[in-house]
């Protein structure tokens, strides 16, 4: 049994693989053209697996499916997916906000979803309730049952005891 021999490098390897050509063209693909899971992963640099799992959390993705279950995203699929991205991991806004945040919007809507937009939500889910709604008896409240009203308020008794004792 002969040892395998090191690959030399020849004049062909400097030559682009078949494959290779291939991802070059699909890079110049027409703004319109439909996208594979592949190109929209490599592009998004995430793995296929995360954008097949999106789909599962967000139901304003809908690849076409052809056949063997191939994926091809539409050009609105791909922005959606670079807004979902970007609110994902730039703005730092986990799946269920950025779901809360498209939820009823439509696919058209949750496409235009803009960065100001995603900034003013943020800030008006961060700011106090108005006092109009606060004026309402807490005891009235829908939702709460009395039971989980005292574990709250004990927990938010010892939460600003916890304060109190930082800021010493």
Known sequence: MNAPQPLQPTPEDDAP??????RQSKA?????AFRTISEVADGLG????????????????RPLK????????R????????????LLYTEGYTIKGVQKLLKGQ??????????????ETAVAAAAPAPKAKAAAPERDRPGLTD??????ESML????????????
Not at 28 to 32: F, H, L, V
């Open 66 to 73: 052809r056949g063997g279950g191939r994926r091809y995203y």
């Open 46 to 61: 995430v793995q296929q697996h995360v954008l097949r799992f999106w789909e599962t959390k967000f139901t304003q993705i």
């Open 28 to 32: 110049s693909k027409a703004p319109s």
């Open 75 to 86: 050009p609105e699929d791909v922005v959606l997916l670079e807004k979902i991205h970007h």
């Open 147 to 152: 039971r989980q009203r005292t574990i709250l």
């Open 17 to 22: 693989s078949p494959a290779s050509v291939g």
């Open 106 to 119: 439509g696919r058209g809507q949750a496409i235009a979803v803009s960065k100001p937009a995603v900034e």
């Open 157 to 168: 008794g010892e939460l600003k005891e916890l304060r109190s004792m930082i800021k010493k």
